[in-house]
Structure formats: C-alpha cells, structure tokens
C-alpha cells in the first residue's frame, strides 16, 4: 500500500475515493496503517477522499433505488431479502439507521437503495448521509492508523498477511461446506 502511495502520489487518494464509493473499509484500514507506518499517506487527506467517495456512492445507490427499486428487485432477486431487512431496520430505526448502516455489514450497498425505494426525503437522506460518511471516514482512518502507529511497518506486513490468509480460508472453508453433497451411488 506505502508503495502503492508513493507511485500514485495524489492520484491514490482519487482511487481511495473510487474504491470507497462502492466499499472500502478494508482499503481504508490498510491505507491508514501504512501511512502511520511509512508516513507516506496524509490522514486527513485520506478521511476527505473516503468521506466524499462514500458519499457519492450512496447517493448514487439512493437514487438508483428511488428510480428502478421495484423492476430492479424483480431482476436480482438474492438482493430483496437484503433490502428487506434494511428496509425494516430503516422502518425501525430511521435516521439512526442512515447514520449507522456503514457499520452493518453485508448491507451498506443495499441500505441506500432501501432508503430510496422506502420513498425517504432526498434533502434528509443527503444530510444524514454526508454525517454519516463523515464519521466512517473519520472511525475507519483513526482505527487504521492507531494500528499501523501500534504494530510498525514490518509486525504491520505480517499482522496484514495472516488476516488476509485467514479471510481467505474461511471463505473457502465456508464455500466447501455449503456445496451440495451427492449421495454415493447416484
């Protein structure tokens, strides 16, 4: 990531805010840890990249379920169990829910989609979607960044090795588990 940096120079923090359009914690995590580490990656810069991308993305997703929420789902039915559940949770919970939904995982891309089939005032969803990124940015960066100041540069690689080791072989232990098994002889 420090390599990455120092190649791109500011050009990184366009593709931070790229990247935090669509998602991005881990990438902001890893960002702000190799800045604490390396020094290379300017954290405020950081937050104001991912704060603005996050933003954008969400509005972008708003938008789109305001305007094809209902045909959309009819076409990608594995997402309406998911817009259900954060169109209940917005039901429930209503601005806290937009403040809180970036934390919630396996739904930050849906639940913005869900707010605007759920007909919620643009102007407000704006408003609490811009607090909201700004304190995902702004928690995402600062948790990073304790890290890569705590662990230091080398303890850093292999703290970021075996997380993404171990991701990856539960998501494939997870994957060999779910397969369909045959029953022998058939």
């Keep these: 990531m420090a390599e990455f940096w120092a190649e791109w120079g500011a050009l990184a923090y366009v593709a931070a805010a790229l990247w935090a359009f ?6 902001v995590l890893v960002a702000a840890a190799a800045g604490a ?3 290379i990656v300017d954290p405020w810069l950081l937050i ?6 996050s933003f954008a993305g969400d509005q972008t997703w708003f938008t789109l379920g305001r305007k094809f929420g209902p045909s959309a789902l009819r076409r990608f039915p594995k997402a309406e169990a998911r817009v259900a559940r ?8 209503g601005a806290l829910f937009v403040l809180s939904f970036r934390f ?22 704006a408003v609490l979607n811009f607090i909201a990124a700004g304190i995902w940015a702004c928690t995402f960066t600062a948790a990073g960044w304790f890290l890569g100041a705590l662990l230091g540069p080398e303890r850093l ?3 970021l090795v075996g997380t993404a080791v171990t991701l990856i072989g539960v998501y494939l232990l997870r994957r060999f588990l779910r397969r369909p098994r045959v029953a022998p002889g058939v």
Excluded: K
Excluded at 22 to 27: I, L
Excluded at 48 to 53: D, H, I, P, R, Y
Excluded at 86 to 93: D, I, Q, T
């Design 104 to 125: 919630l995982y396996g739904i930050r891309n849906v639940a913005s989609a869900a707010c605007g089939i759920a007909g919620m005032d643009h102007r407000r969803f």
């Design 37 to 39: 580490a390396t020094g």
């Design 157 to 159: 690689l292999w703290v």
């Design 86 to 93: 954060a169109s209940g949770l917005l039901e429930r919970y």
């Design 48 to 53: 104001a990249s991912v704060w603005l991308g």
């Design 22 to 27: 669509f998602e991005g914690e881990t990438f």
